[in-house]
Structure formats: structure tokens, C-alpha cells
């Protein structure tokens, strides 16, 4: 415990590998955020969350860092000017945001901000996309890529943004939007901007490999291609046709998919101007994957290449393709949505309480104690590391034959608690030896979880990390404080809702996945903060609203330039989360009905003298006071801030 350095919890929670450049651990053992990556200045976040508690925000917390998000952008960018310059690339590179990934307002104002000095457009996937598009892009020349399934009230309405001085390119996804972009054209006389969304046959792997293919959901065979060009001539309209659209999915971990993708892709730009087309832009959608377990391997979780990698592949690929058949090179757009948007966020919530395996330090029984209690603490005795496995299974069959002596009423109530701590106390010992084992056997694999403690975390997993819960993806999790301090438990997390799949018991390891985490014991009367990274892409959108825990505080920060000495960070939006009266109104019961049910039951009961004047009060006063409060728990010892 003495020994234990920050550098130990560095490792520990792989921070170096998925938090780079913008998380670390600092010399008071906190977590440290650096916004601006290696620009300078870095945030304590153990300080910031207490300073926002103090300010009346409860937990969970959700953080977005403005410059994380200016950073990413600037990133790749850079990324994709660099592979240009290096390849002699004669286009430019114009990237789209799709608004999916994370449609907040803030957020969506933000990159385009940020994304103005390179002409950072927005991609939209629907027709309320769209509409956010349409009102929030105000950079010249960026372009609006309009991706999803269309009606003619899309396609009009993205027409018609033409004359606002916007770029939209409609992508044709299904056949049928040909007649009807056909029609919009006609109609209001408006030369289209068009793409298709190619079906490749290069194939994604894992959860989003059917993203392509044959049976993909989205985009064109290579004969509705044809078709599509056939239709456009006939109405006179392939000069529309200017775009090549593909994405094979979110979260691509292994480069070759990509790299095939991009040559199969490249063939289909050129064929499509040796038809007639005069092909100005290749869209090689999302898909640029997340280093969430840190271990730059082709692993669902994490990624085998990086960015610069990315750009060079995409720049390449496609400039022999055109160079072979001596066409001109296209604009490049990319729809990176996951690889800008996930660093931004930090969900930080706190521990209320564990549970876990009641572990006695047995004592020797007695003579006259129970067999079976003489039997296990021989048991306990004799552990060492050559006998884990047989000392795990005499343990067992000890526990098991006492649950019997118990049922058949040989075994007291008191020895039958002795026996479970003494088992407990085994299987501790068990575990402390089979964690140093190079190879685990399969039956002692699970000792690990059931030894685990449950931490009883202040958040929902499905309103915070869906995608958890959905399809098993992993975040990085870990305490933002103590880290100078040896984590000597292990927990897996269980959420506040009543739902046993409410829970974290899968967590980022560089050797696959680790089924309980590294955490510290509680201390009385001081709050233990977590906090899952990465989470800014999806989660927010997908996140539902089970037992009614609703949308969490957010609050953005960004780091204060201007007086580096002061404070260093302002705080520019606070979005206040659900209210119980906003969650509860969603599900169609009103506030005041409810209100006016309580206090009509309430007056029956003081009538009928079922209840007191103070206690009627003071029931009003809580059924009020939690309708306009937060969904989540406030006012346990653990989580009440200091000052309120
Ligand atoms: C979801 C989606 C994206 C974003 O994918 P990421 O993997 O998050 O970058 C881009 N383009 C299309 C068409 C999408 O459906």
C-alpha cells in the first residue's frame, strides 16, 4: 500500500493507451484533463466535479469538454492535409459531421464553430437532421451530405436549400428516391447535387459487418448503379450526378477492412465518370474506430491503426485509382462521427454503497464445533498454489453438504454462517493464488466475479451507456481520486435501476475483458466518484428512460486561456438534466393531477384521522419536492454536496 504510485494506477486503468493526450493521472492521484491535448492547461477533474456539486448540481454528471471537440476536428483534419501535401494529392479534403452521433444542440453549435476554418459541413441521416442542418450550418462552401431514407418533402426541402446559398448533396440510398429526386428536380426547377450510396461487397467485420454486403439495409447494387445513371441521362440530369457514397459501418477495427473498401469504392468513382458522370466527390462515410480499451489491436473495442494511417489509405487508394485511369481526383469527405464526438464526454457518477461476500478471517473451531466447520478450516489451512483446484472443489462440496446438514435441521443457524464465511475466506485465499497463475482453469475462471464486491453506482445504464447494455460495448471506466492510493477491492457496478441487466461486470483489460474492476474500499462520509470515458458518441440519443431515471445534468467546460493563473476553466452551458414532472409528463401524467390525487387522499386520511397534520405536511412537502427534482438519488449521505 505504501509503495502504490500513480504510475501503478496509470497502468493499471490502461490510461495512457485510450486516454491519450487528453486524460491523465496527476500528482495529488486525481484524473487530469488536458483539453487542448498538448496545447497546454489541464483540469483537475476530482476539483472540477466538487466545484460543480458545490454550485447545486447533483450526480451523474455529464462533462463535455468544448476543446476536446475543437481538438478532434483540428485532428483529423490535420490528419487528411497531411496525407494531401504528402501524396501530392490534387484535391482537398471536406469532412461532414453526422449529426447521429450526437445531435445536442451545444454540441452540434460547437462544430461548427470549430470546424468553420476547414470547412467542416454536417451530415443528415433524417428529416429532422436536416432540419438542424439547414439552421445551424453557416459555413460557405461546406457541404450538407443528405444520407437516410427520403420523401419528396426531404428531398424538396433540401433542394430548395440551394438558393439559401447551401451545398446539399441528396444521396440516393434506395432506388425508388430516383423518381422521386426526378420529380423535386422538375418541379422546382432546381439542378440537383446528387450521390449514391454504393452496396459493397467488402465487409465489415463484427457487430456492424452487415452495415455492407448484399443484404445491406442501405445503398445500391452495382446493376441499380447502372440503372440509376440510365435514369439521370434519360432526364437529362447526370450532370447531377457529382457523389460516391459507402460506409461499412461503425467502429472498423482492422485497417484491411478499410483498405479493401476503399479500393473496391475507388473502382466504383471511376466507372462511374467513364459513364458520363461528372464525379466530383468521394464520401467514404464513418466508421474510423475508438481505442476505447487501449491496445491498438484489431479487437472490437479498440482499433490496429490511427488517423494519420486512415487519411494516408483513403488519399492513396483512391488517387491510384484515378491516376490509372487518368481522371481527375475528387474532394474527400469523410463522416466521422464516433472518432470526433466519444473524447468530449465524461459521465461522472458516485458510489452509495457495496456489497459483497462476507469474508471471516477464520479462527480455528473448536473440538466440539460441527464437523464440517473442522473440515473447511482444514480445508483453509492447506490452500497452496499447486492445489487451487482441489482445494476449490472440497470447498464446494463443504458448502453444499452443509446447505443439506442445514435443510435437515443437523446444523445450526450460527454454524451455517461460519461455514459460509469460512468458504468465503477459502475462496478468497483460492483467488490470491489463481491470479498469479499464467493459465486459469476453466472452473476457478468465474472466482473472480463472485469474490467481486457490487459498488452501487448513482446513474442508469440504460439512459448512460446504452450501448453497454445493447451490445456489449465497452467504456473505460475508473475512480477519478485515490489513484495514489492501491485499489485493493474489486467490484463489478450496479446501476440504480431495478433491473438485474442494470449492471457493469465487463470492463476494458489489454488481454480481452476483465469481469471486475480494480477499485477502493469506501471510506465513511466521503464520496468515491467514477467516471466512464468516451462516451460522447451515441450514448446520449440511444439512452432510454427505464424506471424513469431521465436525461443527467450536463454541464460544458471549456479551459480559460484568458487568466491561466485564475481558475483555470469557465463554465459555459449548464443543461439542466430530467426533472421527475419532465419524465413523468412524457409518460402522459400531469403534475398537478397528481399533485391534486395526493392532497384529496391525504385530506380522506386527516378526516378519518389515518394520519397527523405534520405527517400530511410533511408528505406533501416530499411528493412536491421530488416532482420538480432530479430523477436521480440526491440526498444520501454520499452524494448530498458538502456546502447545501
Ligand atoms: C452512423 C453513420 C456514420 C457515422 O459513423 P461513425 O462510425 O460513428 O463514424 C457515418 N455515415 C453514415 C451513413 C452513418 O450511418
Not at 248 to 256: E, R, Y
Amino acid at each position: 500500500m505504501q509503495d502504490w504510485t500513480v504510475e501503478d494506477s496509470c497502468e493499471l486503468y490502461q490510461i495512457q493507451g485510450w486516454g491519450k493526450p487528453y486524460f491523465t493521472i496527476n500528482s495529488a492521484g486525481h484524473v487530469a484533463v488536458a483539453p487542448r491535448a498538448d496545447k497546454g492547461g489541464q483540469i483537475d477533474l476530482f476539483e472540477l466535479v466538487e466545484d460543480i456539486r458545490q454550485r447545486g448540481l447533483s450526480l451523474p454528471l455529464l462533462l463535455r469538454f468544448s476543446d476536446i471537440l475543437a481538438d478532434r476536428i483540428a485532428r483529423l483534419n490535420r490528419c487528411f492535409n497531411q496525407a494531401i501535401v504528402e501524396y501530392e494529392y490534387a484535391g482537398v479534403y471536406k469532412g461532414v459531421y453526422p449529426i447521429k452521433v450526437n445531435q445536442q444542440r451545444h454540441v452540434v453549435e460547437e462544430l461548427v464553430e470549430y470546424g468553420r476554418a476547414y470547412q467542416f459541413g454536417l451530415e443528415a441521416g433524417s428529416k429532422p437532421e436536416l432540419l438542424i442542418a439547414l439552421a445551424t450550418l453557416k459555413t460557405p462552401g461546406a457541404l450538407i451530405v443528405c444520407n437516410g431514407y427520403k420523401d419528396s418533402e426531404y428531398i424538396e426541402t433540401a433542394l430548395l436549400a440551394q438558393r439559401l446559398g447551401q451545398t446539399p448533396i441528396i444521396v440516393l440510398e434506395r432506388f425508388q428516391e430516383l423518381s422521386l429526386v426526378i420529380e423535386a428536380a422538375r418541379k422546382l426547377n432546381i439542378q440537383p447535387i446528387l450521390g449514391v450510396r454504393a452496396k459493397l461487397t467488402a465487409r465489415g467485420i463484427g457487430r456492424w459487418g452487415d452495415s455492407t454486403g448484399d443484404r445491406a439495409k442501405f445503398g445500391l447494387s452495382a446493376s441499380e448503379i447502372m440503372e440509376v445513371v440510365e435514369g439521370l441521362k434519360r432526364a437529362d440530369l447526370l450532370p447531377s450526378l457529382q457523389l460516391l457514397h459507402f460506409h461499412i459501418g461503425s467502429q472498423i477495427s482492422a485497417i484491411s477492412v478499410i483498405k479493401a473498401a476503399l479500393r473496391e469504392a475507388a473502382q466504383f468513382f471511376v466507372e462511374l465518370g467513364s459513364m458520363g458522370a461528372p464525379m466530383q466527390y468521394l464520401d467514404v462515410g464513418g466508421g474510423l474506430a475508438i481505442d476505447y480499451d487501449g491496445s491498438k489491436t484489431n479487437f472490437r473495442a479498440s482499433k490496429n491503426y490511427n488517423t494519420q494511417e486512415y487519411a494516408y489509405d483513403v488519399v492513396n487508394a483512391i488517387q491510384a485509382a484515378c491516376k490509372a485511369k487518368g481522371v481527375p481526383v475528387p474532394t474527400l469527405i469523410s463522416e466521422s462521427g464516433r472518432a470526433i464526438a466519444s473524447h468530449q464526454s465524461i459521465l461522472i457518477f458516485d458510489v452509495v454503497g457495496t456489497s459483497g461476500p462476507n469474508i471471516a478471517i477464520p479462527s480455528p473451531p473448536t473440538k466440539n464445533e460441527h464437523q464440517i466447520l473442522q473440515n473447511l478450516y482444514e480445508t483453509y489451512t492447506q490452500i497452496t498454489r499447486e492445489n487451487v483446484q482441489e482445494a476449490y472443489n472440497d470447498a464446494s462440496q463443504f458448502k453444499e453438504e452443509a446447505a443439506s446438514l442445514f435443510a435437515l435441521g443437523y446444523l445450526s443457524l450460527e454454524d451455517r454462517a461460519r461455514v459460509e464465511s469460512l468458504y468465503w475466506g477459502c475462496c478468497e485465499r483460492i483467488l490470491g493464488l489463481v491470479r498469479e497463475l499464467d493459465y486459469i482453469p476453466d472452473d476457478l475462471a468465474d472466482l473472480e466475479q463472485m469474490m467481486a464486491s457490487v459498488y452501487y453506482c448513482n446513474f442508469s445504464v440504460f439512459q448512460s451507456a446504452p450501448d453497454h447494455w445493447a451490445i456489449d460495448q465497452l467504456f473505460p471506466i475508473m475512480p477519478i481520486h485515490r489513484l495514489d492510493e492501491e485499489p485493493t477491492a474489486r467490484g463489478t457496478l450496479a446501476d440504480v435501476t431495478c433491473d438485474s441487466d442494470g449492471k457493469i461486470d465487463q470492463f476494458i483489460d489489454l488481454r480481452d475483458v476483465k469481469s471486475a474492476l480494480e477499485l477502493h474500499p469506501l471510506k465513511p462520509d466521503e464520496p468515491y466518484y467514477m467516471a466512464m470515458f468516451l462516451n460522447g458518441a451515441y450514448q446520449e440519443i440511444l439512452g432510454d428512460m427505464h424506471n424513469l431515471f431521465g436525461d443527467t445534468n450536463a454541464v460544458h467546460i471549456h479551459l480559460n486561456s484568458q487568466q491561466p493563473e485564475e481558475q483555470g476553466y469557465l463554465i459555459e452551458h449548464v443543461v439542466k438534466g430530467d426533472s421527475m414532472t419532465e419524465v413523468l409528463k412524457y409518460v402522459q401524467y400531469d403534475h398537478e393531477a397528481l399533485l391534486e390525487s395526493i392532497r384529496r387522499e391525504t385530506e380522506q386520511a386527516l378526516r378519518e384521522k389515518r394520519i397527523t397534520l405534520s405527517e400530511s405536511r410533511l408528505l406533501l412537502r416530499h411528493y412536491e419536492r421530488i416532482l420538480s427534482g432530479y430523477t436521480y438519488l440526491t440526498n444520501h449521505p454520499k452524494t448530498e454536496p458538502a456546502l447545501l
